[in-house]
């Protein structure tokens, strides 16, 4: 099975501040790589589709990169709204499919 | 707007069953393979079987092998997954999924991951 490693697992930031996630891979997975946000009591939402396309509907501040085994996402500026956790998934080694730990965001 | 709808879950002591069922609308249901995923209290995701657009091919992590069933009817338009022997790891949110993919692209049932979740039905299993 393919590991998906995500750092960090908490971070703080302020309004306005650009927020970078990390997601590394077992093995070399390309550019399957999906991202999501959840916020408590909901169901996760997809931003970002195949490493750097952005799901319909998600806002131009958010932005994927990277291909093979590192993954990077980015808030280019953190709004009040986007306070969740953030998961990176990998679906080029299936079943199954599997998450990274998530990275918990909140305000500073 | 596309939208998922899960019920059935409920507390039961270890070693019984639950049925969950999942409602879809907004798209056209048969044309997509669909996933159960959880989220154990304070954890992280975690995907737990799926099945193709029509029913031919079906997937489950090992965790669940054995116990669980995942189903679907096309006609009804729902989604089920069968739970027996259950655990007390098994407590927790279970969300239904849709994948991305659509078969109406190109034929075949391809993984392209999950484009639409649910809100989650509870499950907790208790002595």
């Known amino acids: 099975d393919t590991q998906m490693t995500q750092s960090p697992s908490s971070l703080s930031a302020s309004v306005g501040d650009r927020v970078t996630l990390t997601c590394q891979a077992s093995q070399d997975i390309s550019h399957y790589v999906n991202w999501y946000q959840q916020k408590p009591g909901k169901g996760p939402k997809l931003l970002i589709h195949g490493a750097s396309n952005l799901a319909a509907g998600v806002p131009s501040r958010f932005s994927g990169s990277g291909s093979g085994t590192d993954f990077t996402f980015t808030i280019s500026s953190l709004e009040p709204e986007d306070i969740a956790t953030y998961y990176c998934q990998q679906y080029a080694d299936f079943p199954p499919l599997t998450f990274g730990g998530g990275t918990k965001v909140d305000l500073k | 707007q596309v939208l998922l709808v899960e019920s059935g879950g409920g507390v039961v002591q270890p070693g019984r069953s639950l049925r969950l069922s999942c409602a879809p609308s907004g798209f056209t249901f048969k044309n997509h393979g669909m996933h159960w995923l959880r989220q154990a209290p304070g954890k992280g995701l975690e995907w737990v079987a799926h099945i193709s657009y029509d029913g031919t091919k079906e997937y489950l992590a090992d965790s669940v092998r054995g116990r669980f069933t995942i189903s679907r009817d096309n006609f009804q338009n729902t989604l089920f997954l069968q739970m027996d022997s259950l655990r007390l790891e098994d407590t927790a949110v279970y969300f239904c999924?849709?994948?991305?993919?659509?078969?109406?692209?190109?034929?075949?049932?391809?993984?392209?991951?999950?484009?639409?979740w649910g809100q989650g039905t509870t499950v907790i299993v208790s002595s």
């Open positions: 999924a849709k994948d991305r993919f659509s078969s109406s692209w190109w034929g075949g049932d391809y993984i392209y991951g999950m484009d639409v």
